[in-house]
């Protein structure tokens, strides 16, 4: 699955761009501040509807604007093109269509590669709190097997009606034994939600500590995940039923999938407490490449990366070894502010910006 085109139609300070691209790698080149990261963000916005950048769509829309929308043409492996809009409205909230349709979350995933995104504020998911971690090893897991992809909101619809209960039985309403269908329908969802990350992470460990190695994190770097509830929907219930006082007491779950930590380290020492910037730059980056080669290697989608400003901070040598990486089948954008730092494979398709409005302006259209 390849994306062929991107449109910009406005987001940000783009407005009416379409940039075509290749299969392999694509470098975006331009002065700081002509619009790179926009592009790359527009790309991302089209894909998936959220922004990596913030939280807030409306981050978007052009200053003075009400409106911001993008577009992004997939092919997929039948050469079938379909379009997949973006778009954010102060007035008429967001909408996500594929081919002008509005599609659910699950249709408009199968008709896109999974994209996967390195940029300097996305440190944050090594140096950063668990919870990024295992939200980003939920994704992974879904994007791995498409099947899995409601796990993760399962056992969260069922840790929050568990825990409802929990405040109402710590508030002295209610009785205890109210919990055993929550502490069941609770079990039932962390089991297979364990199970996915063992897997993702059994996956990953050998791609991530090559590619770790490749990247110059000395002393071998591994990925970790000890779940505190393993084992079986009833072990789990099991698990939940022991340590039922103390969560009446707390008003919450205090056991369970929801509190597990991935553990990036070297050397046997957590990244996220001792590394420095140029080791958890290397390890997210490092993380970002084991996931893009499993799914090349288990799926026929090719994985989508986006790096945003990656190689002003790599010497030489990692700068070849990164994008040598990236020559291997899969799409890759990667934006830079000068070609120099750039490496001859990554030179083969470039993009220049700014770029000239491409398409007929808002007015005309
Ligand atoms: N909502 C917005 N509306 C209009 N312009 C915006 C909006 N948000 C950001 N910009 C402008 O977009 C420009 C930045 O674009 P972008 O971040 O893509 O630059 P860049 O090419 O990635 O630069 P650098 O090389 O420094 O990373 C800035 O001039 C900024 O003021
Ligand atoms: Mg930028």
Known sequence: MLVTAIEARPVRSLDQVRVELEPGIVSVVGANGVGKTNLVESLYFALTGRSFRTSDRRDLIPFGGSLARAEASVRDEDGLERRLLASISRTDGRRHLLDGSPADPATLARNRPP?????????????????????????????????????????????????????????????????????????????PLVAARDEAIAELSGPFAGAAAELGLEGGASLEYAPRAAGSAEEIRAGLEERREQDIRMGRSSWGPHLDELKLATAGRSLRRYGSQGQQRAALLALLFAEREVLLAARRVTPLLLLDDVMSELDPGRRERLVGRLDDGGQALITAADEQSLPAAALRSVVRMPMPPALPSAAAA
């Open 115 to 191: 994209v996967a995104v390195f940029a300097p504020d996305r440190l944050s998911l090594v140096k950063g709190p668990p919870a990024e971690r295992r939200a980003h090893l939920d994704g992974f897991a879904a994007a791995r097997w498409p099947a899995r992809t409601e796990l993760r909101k399962r056992y969260g619809q069922a840790l929050a009606q568990r825990n409802a209960l929990l405040s109402r039985l710590a508030a002295g309403y209610g009785a205890s034994g109210d919990l055993d269908v929550w502490d069941a329908g609770l079990a039932d969802a962390a089991a």
